[in-house]
């Protein structure tokens, strides 16, 4: 069976701090990968589409990055954090011909 | 511009009662997902519904799609506490991939045992 992992769940950074946020899918190929950040009990915006290894789509112009350096990881960065990159962010995958999005548990990210 | 509006934000009722959330739009929608998320948990996919009238039920839960697939509602019978979460829909509005899904800002509903 599939299995989505992000991490870490929670992360506190103050201002101008780098960021790192990792997720990993097992159990399926060549998925296609996700970031969305989602306000405090609100709906979820896109951020990144990956339809593969260093395949990139930016959603949104924003603070943050993201890279897929091997087919399954898909990784969020930020060279100089702001108070307003704090959110919940979630990693998901589908399948290339699936419209169903399977999400990860999350990262709390707190800006200081 | 918010292209799925939810409603009500916030709904809290004793368990046993009845409900219904609505998600509506002024586009039309190829199909239409509703999802559900616990605190610090990411959403978990209820049911997806793709066509004009379409009623899906998920044992106490019922999804109905608009006729004109504009909108949609989620009605719950004798709700429970592990009813609690946010109740995200979500629209597609062109076949493909997952990309062309909008998220609705979300149901927040509390039962009260």
């Known amino acids: 069976s599939q299995t989505i992992h992000q991490w870490p769940a929670t992360l506190v950074q103050p201002v101008g701090s780098p960021l790192s946020l990792e997720c990993t899918v097992e159990?399926?190929?060549?998925?296609?990968l996700y970031w969305y950040r989602q306000a405090a009990g609100r709906g979820l915006q896109l951020l990144f589409y990956?339809?593969?290894?260093?395949?990139i789509s930016s959603e949104v112009p924003q603070n943050l990055s993201a890279s897929r350096p091997q087919d399954r990881q898909f990784i969020l960065s930020s060279k100089k954090l702001l108070l307003s990159d704090s959110g919940f962010y979630l990693c998901a995958w589908s399948g290339i011909t699936n419209e169903k999005l399977f999400f990860g548990s999350g990262t709390q990210l707190s800006v200081l | 511009t918010q292209l799925l509006e939810q409603s009500p934000q916030f709904l809290s009722i004793q368990e046993g009662e009845n409900l219904t959330v609505y998600c509506n739009s002024s586009s039309v929608f190829s199909s239409l997902q509703w999802y559900r998320q616990e605190p610090g948990e990411g959403p978990v996919l209820l049911v997806t519904?793709?066509?004009?009238?379409e009623v899906k039920k998920l044992k106490r839960l019922t999804f109905q799609f608009g006729d004109a697939r504009k909108d949609s509602s989620l009605h719950i019978t004798a709700a429970q506490p592990g009813d609690t979460g946010l109740y995200l829909c979500?629209?597609?509005?062109?076949?493909?991939?997952?990309?062309?899904?909008?998220f609705g800002s979300g149901t927040q509903l509390t039962v009260l045992p």
């Open positions: 979500a629209g597609r509005k062109f076949s493909g991939s997952a990309r062309q899904l909008t």
């Open positions: 159990g399926t190929s060549n998925p296609n």
């Open positions: 990956s339809v593969g290894i260093g395949q």
């Open positions: 519904v793709v066509t004009g009238g």
